[in-house]
C-alpha cells in the first residue's frame, strides 16, 4: 500500500529523463513506470496476481534502490503489455528494467524483468502455473568476469536454474570473441556493442528453433496418442 500511494503522487516517465538519455533506452507506453522529484526512475513491482507490493527506483548513475522491508520475491514488471496475462507467445524474463527495455525495443514483444537474478526463478515458476503451455525463454546475464574475482557467474547459473525448473529455455547475451567484462553482461551491452538488429536476429533465432522443438514433440505426442488408440482398439477386438 505504501509503494502504491507512493507512486500514485508522481508523474508518468517520458523517455526525456537523464536515466534514459544515458541508458539509450525508452519506456513503454505500458507498465505505468514513473519519475520522482529528483528525476529517478521508479518502477512498479506486482506479483502474478496483478497486486502491487513494491516498486525499485533506478538512478541515472547506475544505482538501484529497492523498497525496505518490502516483497520482493515474485515480483516483477512487464514492459510492452498491460500484464502477463497478455502475452499471448514465448514469455521472455530477464533480470533488470534496462536490458528488459533494450529486448523488447529490439524484439518487439512484452518482456517480464525480474529484478535480480535470485528471482528469476520464482517469477519462471509463477508463469508457468499461470501459462501451462507457453515456452518460458530466460535471456540471463553473463557475469564471466566474477569468476576472475574468485565469485560466481551469478547471471548464468541463476538463468539455467530458472530455465530447468519450468521446463523452459535459457539464452545469454552473444559477443562474438570480445572480452567478458563488466562492460560486456547483459542484452543492453549487447545491444550498444551489435546494433539493434543484431539483436533481433539473435534472439529471433532462439525462438523460432524452440518454436520448431515444440511443433516437433507435439507431433511425436500425437503419433504416441494414435498408436496406443490403435493398440487399444486392437486389444478389444481380441
Not at 13 to 24: F, L, P, R
Request: negative net charge; proline residues 3%; charged residues 25%.
Amino acid at each position: 500500500k505504501e509503494s502504491q500511494e507512493y507512486i500514485q503522487g508522481l508523474k508518468q516517465a517520458t523517455g526525456e529523463e537523464k536515466y534514459y538519455q544515458d541508458k539509450g533506452i525508452t519506456p513503454s507506453t505500458e507498465g505505468g513506470v514513473m519519475v520522482d522529484a529528483r528525476g529517478n526512475i521508479v518502477v512498479p513491482l506486482v506479483d502474478i496476481d496483478g497486486q502491487h507490493w513494491s516498486h525499485v527506483t533506478l538512478q541515472a548513475n547506475g544505482f538501484k534502490q529497492n523498497l525496505k522491508d518490502a516483497r520482493m520475491q515474485g515480483t516483477f514488471h512487464v514492459i510492452g503489455a498491460a500484464n502477463h496475462e497478455a502475452i499471448t507467445g514465448a514469455i521472455l524474463l530477464v533480470e533488470g528494467y534496462s536490458t528488459g527495455a533494450a529486448v523488447n525495443e529490439a524484439t518487439g514483444l512484452p518482456v517480464v524483468c525480474c529484478t535480480t537474478a535470485n528471482n528469476l526463478e520464482n517469477v519462471a515458476v509463477a508463469m508457468r502455473e499461470r501459462h501451462p503451455d507457453q515456452p518460458i525463454l530466460i535471456l540471463g546475464d553473463n557475469d564471466e568476469h566474477l569468476i576472475a574475482e574468485g565469485k560466481q557467474n551469478q547471471g548464468k547459473v541463476r538463468a539455467l536454474a530458472a530455465a530447468a525448473a519450468v521446463d523452459g529455455h535459457a539464452l545469454l547475451p552473444d559477443f562474438g570473441n570480445q572480452a567478458l567484462d563488466k562492460s560486456r553482461t547483459d542484452y543492453l551491452d549487447m545491444k550498444r556493442e551489435v546494433g539493434l538488429e543484431r539483436l533481433h536476429d539473435y534472439i529471433a533465432a532462439k525462438l523460432s528453433t524452440i518454436e520448431a522443438e515444440e511443433a516437433l514433440e507435439e507431433r511425436e505426442n500425437e503419433q504416441v496418442e494414435q498408436e496406443n488408440s490403435c493398440e487399444a482398439a486392437e486389444e478389444i477386438e481380441r
